[in-house]
């Protein structure tokens, strides 16, 4: 009986610690949120935007790229952020982008307020070169202003 159960709990050992290391983390990025503060239009017509990034959660992120499909009054355009920031835990973050209008897409006039929606794709640095990518979806009013 004992050389029975001996190799059938070691064997159940081995797949409960194969099964551990296949466990997902997709779970730690739950909650992160980006919300379109305010858009200051330029005198030449370049719209500047100001993006809040909140981190409920506590862990540290490190965003390496951030792209941001924004539609305004139903006229689409993208605001990139190609350079690194840290996003400290529980806490938020403001950074700030040219948002690109789409070909035919006029930028908007200054103006009280505007509803947006808007589409993100975060792409984190986890742990060396590895990355994950986050999408978030946010959506609300934003203040158009003349800088």
Same mark, same amino acid.
Do not use: W
């Given at each position: 009986?004992?050389?029975?159960?001996?190799?059938?709990? $070691?064997?159940?050992? @081995? &797949?409960? !610690?194969?099964?551990?290391?296949?466990?997902?983390?997709? #779970? *730690?990025?739950?909650? $992160?949120?980006?919300? @379109? &503060?305010? !858009?200051?239009?330029?005198?030449?017509?370049?719209?500047? #935007? *100001?993006?809040?990034?909140?981190?409920?959660? @506590? &862990?540290?992120?490190?965003?390496?790229?951030?792209?941001?499909?924004?539609?305004?009054?139903?006229?689409s355009g993208t605001i990139a952020i190609e350079r690194p920031?840290?996003?400290?835990?529980?806490?938020?973050?403001?950074?700030?982008?040219?948002?690109?209008?789409?070909?035919?897409?006029?930028?908007?006039?200054?103006?009280?307020?505007?509803?947006?929606?808007?589409?993100?794709?975060?792409?984190?640095?986890?742990?060396g070169a590895e990355t994950r990518v986050v999408k978030t979806?946010?959506?609300?009013?934003?203040?158009?202003?003349?800088?």
């Open positions: 009986m004992k050389r029975v159960l001996t190799p059938l709990f $070691l064997l159940s050992l @081995l &797949a409960l !610690l194969v099964a551990g290391c296949g466990t997902s983390t997709g #779970a *730690a990025f739950t909650g $992160l949120n980006v919300t @379109l &503060a305010k !858009l200051e239009r330029a005198d030449d017509g370049t719209i500047h #935007a *100001a993006l809040r990034y909140a981190n409920p959660n @506590l &862990a540290v992120y490190n965003i390496s790229k951030a792209v941001h499909r924004v539609t305004l009054d139903g006229v920031f840290g996003l400290p835990y529980s806490s938020s973050v403001e950074q700030t982008g040219v948002l690109q209008m789409e070909r035919g897409g006029a930028p908007p006039a200054a103006a009280a307020s505007l509803a947006y929606r808007m589409d993100t794709t975060l792409t984190l640095l986890v742990f979806r946010s959506s609300g009013t934003v203040a158009v202003t003349a800088k």
